[in-house]
């Protein structure tokens, strides 16, 4: 248990579907991530929120919407996703300052059919 | 351009040494990190490094840098079957909260 949580563990969707995945950390830090972990590719940085306040977005199509309404939560919606989008999204928190130990949560598998 | 390396497999045998190695191309780095990740879960921070340091020691783990190089190691002492998993090694790339992962390393630990 890392004191990062995420919601749900495993989603699947339509390509005409909208969904959100949730996370939440219980660390009291104030920089949260999410990271896309596709088979044999490095982990993809996504979006960065420090602050509450998106300081990356990480050339990600529209069709992923982050949203940080505090410091503890962070969601991604998801619409009119392409199978390519299938993977395992993590999300991961830190402080914003010092040597960035990233804590991360178990993952949500998705699966769009 | 920011890159990190890893080789994609490593088998070892119980109670042997284990040495994961990385490189990474960006001399601004300031922290090295590894990562552990099991199956099914999310990546486990193991340890970091930070680079004006050639060497840190936590417990079974031993961590090498290469600044020079831009060569990291991760050495896993008496090695268990529980340690079989996914190593990331990932750097900061100067850069004040992005992280930049390798591919990760598959260790397999055999009985």
């Known amino acids: 248990e890392t004191g990062v949580t995420q919601t749900p563990r495993h989603l699947v969707m339509g390509m005409t579907n909208k969904k959100s995945l949730k996370c939440e950390q219980h660390l009291g830090h104030n920089a949260m991530y999410w990271y896309k972990q596709s088979a044999k590719k490095p982990l993809e940085l996504m979006f960065v929120?420090?602050?509450?306040?998106?300081?990356e977005n990480n050339s990600v199509p529209s069709r992923f919407s982050p949203e940080c309404p505090n410091s503890s939560h962070l969601f991604l919606h998801l619409h009119t996703l392409q199978p390519e989008d299938s993977a395992l999204y993590l999300c991961?928190?830190?402080?914003?300052?010092?040597?960035?130990?990233?804590?991360f949560g178990p993952g949500t598998r998705l699966t769009v059919t | 351009g920011e890159d990190v390396e890893q080789s994609l497999f490593l088998s070892v045998r119980e109670g042997d040494s284990s040495v994961i190695n990385c490189t990474y191309t960006d001399s601004s780095s300031t922290y090295l990190y590894w990562y552990k990740q099991e199956p099914g879960a999310g990546l486990q921070l193991l340890t970091y490094i930070f680079s004006n340091m050639d060497m840190k020691q936590d417990q079974r783990l031993t961590v090498l840098l290469n600044k020079k190089d831009k060569h990291l190691s991760l050495r896993i002492a008496d090695t268990q079957t529980g340690d079989s998993a996914i190593y990331f090694c990932?750097?900061?790339?100067?850069?004040?909260?992005?992280?930049?992962f390798g591919t990760g390393t598959l260790l397999a630990v055999q009985p």
């Open positions: 990932a750097e900061n790339g100067g850069a004040t909260n992005k992280l930049i």
């Open positions: 991961a928190s830190s402080q914003a300052q010092g040597p960035l130990e990233q804590y």
């Open positions: 929120y420090n602050f509450k306040e998106q300081t």
